[in-house]
């Protein structure tokens, strides 16, 4: 039975490392998300910042970005990593793609980020409502560019090409740990689906807009992944066409979700991420605090990303 212990006002669960010190100095500015926080909650909607308890939330909120969280918030699967309520989820919303493209316009945001939890329940998994909710944004926020980060919809190619059709300037989808780690981390996913829904959403992706369409993944740290593992999925999501890779640090949400194995220091992070450099990837973010929406129209901005 797992024993926990009260540090500095927080529940600890005893036996696992504490937060270094390159994680506690960064602290959420509850101020710079409080306008944020009401105007998404005034209008229904859902953020994977909040959800997900992002630590990035407050800088994104005031860079003029944000990640909405499509379909509502509970998720047909339950990931080790994820605090994101599981369960069986709603009907999906008909007003939410315009009232998001709505919100998009009234926040002035300069990028807005696409995700949703899992809807394996949905015959496409969601893929009409994504299609829609970017078409909305882009008829009532010219210039306003758009990113997806996409479930792996189970393989449905057509799913993936319904999204892609639809002109994000950003397809993501997380591969999220090395293979070895899917049964704990992500045991209703597989890594060899991932790379099929990525290749699939690049070569459609390059035959509609040209080379200037991007695609990217990410991976998190501290799972127990080693290093030999890391280069050989660096060179997977490089052969699947992955432009842009981010790695960040994994921090368990509460409890409840896997706990954290290391913590990866700072110098670690860069030198991997000049290791995943060497691997041709156009842009890499390696940090502690690096999540793959974090700083999504600047990684648009320094990749070459052109909105359709």
Known sequence: MPRFSKRAGREVLEGHPRLPEWITKERVKLRDLHGMKKDLRDSHLHTVCEEAR????????TQGTATFLLMGGICTRACGFCSIQSGKPLALDPREPQETAERVAALALRFAVLTSVNRDDLPDGGAGHFAETILAIRRRNPGVGVEVLVPDFLGDQD???????????VFNHNAETVPSLYAVVRPAGRFDRTLGVLAHAKALGSALYGP?????SGLMLGLGETKA????TFAALAGAGVDILTL????????HQLPVKRYV???EFTALGELANTFGFKTVYAGPLVRSSFNAHEVAETSGISIP
């Open 212 to 216: 200037a369409f991007r695609t990217k």
């Open 54 to 61: 992002c630590p990035n939330r407050s800088h994104c909120f």
């Open 248 to 255: 960040g640090q994994y921090l368990r949400p509460t409890r």
């Open 159 to 169: 799913a993936v090409a319904r999204v892609v059709a639809s002109g994000p300037a």
């Open 265 to 267: 220091p700072p110098e």
């Open 229 to 232: 593992e890391l280069r050989t």
